[in-house]
Structure formats: C-alpha cells, structure tokens
C-alpha cells in the first residue's frame, strides 16, 4: 500500500500538521488504523503530563478516618467506610486476606 504525506488537524490546539509517510508505514506497522488526533508537541505535552500524574506528583488520594474492627485501632482507609461492612488497619488486613 502506498502512503502520501497528509495534512491533518490537531484536535487540541488546531493547528495543521503533516501525518508522513514515515509515520503512516510505522502506524501500519504496529497495527494502529486511526491517524494521530494531535501534533507532535500536544503529544508530547499530554505524555509529559500523563508521566507526572503517574509518579504521584500532582495526585493526592482521597483517605477517610477508620477504626479498625478487629484491634480498635484508629486507621485511614481509601474509601468511605460503610456501617454494614468491618474495616481494618494494614496490620489486621494483612493477617487476615486470603493468600494467593
């Protein structure tokens, strides 16, 4: 099959940039059926900022206040604990879940 270089819009900043044919036979290559949505700067901007929620930077965990039910302990949990299920501190859960 045979690629042309094509002129193809960003979705993110609007501005027109060139789909190679380079990067048409690598996209064929590895499968992929759709054309880039974005330039090659707006990628590399949302990949930067992807990276940066994944190493925990700019995400902080919503925790709730528990007492464990089985030692009493006062514990934070990840999850808004509810009356009908028992909720315990890393030291009890560990010793309790079921090993795989």
């Given at each position: 099959m045979?690629?042309t270089?094509?002129?193809?819009m960003?979705?993110?900043?609007?501005?027109?940039?060139?789909f190679?044919?380079t990067e048409q036979e690598?996209y064929?290559?590895k499968?992929?059926?759709?054309?880039?949505?974005?330039c090659?700067d707006?990628?590399q901007?949302r990949?930067?900022?992807?990276?940066?929620?994944?190493?925990?930077?700019s995400?902080?965990?919503q925790?709730y206040?528990?007492q464990c039910?089985?030692?009493?302990?006062?514990t934070e949990v990840?999850?808004?604990p509810?009356q009908?299920k028992?909720v315990?501190?890393?030291?009890?859960?560990?010793?309790?879940?079921?090993?795989r």
């Amino acid at each position: 099959m045979g690629f042309t270089d094509k002129n193809v819009m960003c979705a993110d900043c609007n501005k027109e940039f060139v789909f190679s044919t380079t990067e048409q036979e690598f996209y064929a290559s590895k499968g992929f059926t759709n054309e880039p949505k974005r330039c090659p700067d707006c990628r590399q901007a949302r990949k930067s900022s992807r990276d940066s929620n994944r190493s925990g930077q700019s995400y902080q965990r919503q925790m709730y206040p528990a007492q464990c039910a089985q030692c009493g302990k006062q514990t934070e949990v990840p999850f808004e604990p509810r009356q009908d299920k028992p909720v315990y501190c890393s030291d009890c859960y560990n010793t309790i879940k079921p090993r795989r």
